[in-house]
């Protein structure tokens, strides 16, 4: 399987880094192809909501990093989004990229608009985490949904959720052989789509 490891944290070679490439080492150890994209790497405008996409399939409105990542999505049988907790919720950079999968989605023409998604072409999954300084996983708050909800709607399914607590400083997880080995283990245990 190809897997897209789509980090989210404004902060190099912090825990959500360390998180996503143990994820990603674990599947490559299982024999999958791995790639990692850390979106604060890419210029990501947010969406104007201008609909141009829904005509011409792609975002026209910007010619930025979303340009570069889009047919990585589509090769992807797994997508894993991960996100520090910022005001309960992703990071900024992270919204901008689930927003600008928008292009993926195909609307009726009828008001409420019903709607599929190109992405439903094939069965694809979904890893998502977010990790958070406090110790109870309530103070993540709309992080986790806010990752899962836009994916499921794209056609994805959900097949590992969860949050990484009690982490803050910067490289701090490396501290913790448990959960680092856990995570290695969720990669290596990916099943086959």
Do not use: W
Not at 84 to 105: G, H, Q
């Amino acid at each position: 399987m190809k897997i897209l490891g789509t980090g989210g944290s404004p902060r190099k070679g912090g825990n959500t880094d360390i998180i996503l490439k143990e994820i990603l080492r674990g599947a490559g150890d299982a024999g999958h192809e791995t790639e990692a994209v850390f979106l604060r790497d890419y210029t990501i405008n947010s969406c104007t909501g201008c609909e141009k996409c829904r005509k011409d399939l792609t975002c026209t409105r910007f010619n930025d990093g979303m340009n570069l990542i889009y047919p990585k999505i589509e090769e992807a049988d797994v997508m894993i989004l991960a996100s520090p907790v910022y005001n309960y919720n992703v990071t900024a950079i992270m919204k901008s990229f689930i927003d600008r999968l928008y292009p993926y989605y195909i609307f009726s023409d009828d008001r409420p608009r019903k709607y599929t998604s190109r992405l439903m072409d094939r069965k694809r999954l979904a890893v998502v985490f977010s990790v958070c300084e406090q110790t109870d996983s309530r103070e993540m708050g709309f992080a986790e949904e806010a990752m899962s909800r836009p994916l499921e709607a794209l056609g994805y399914q959900i097949y590992l959720s969860f949050p990484i607590c009690g982490f803050f400083d910067r490289k701090a997880v490396l501290g913790d052989e448990n959960i680092l080995k856990e995570v290695y283990l969720m990669g290596k245990n990916l099943p086959d789509r």
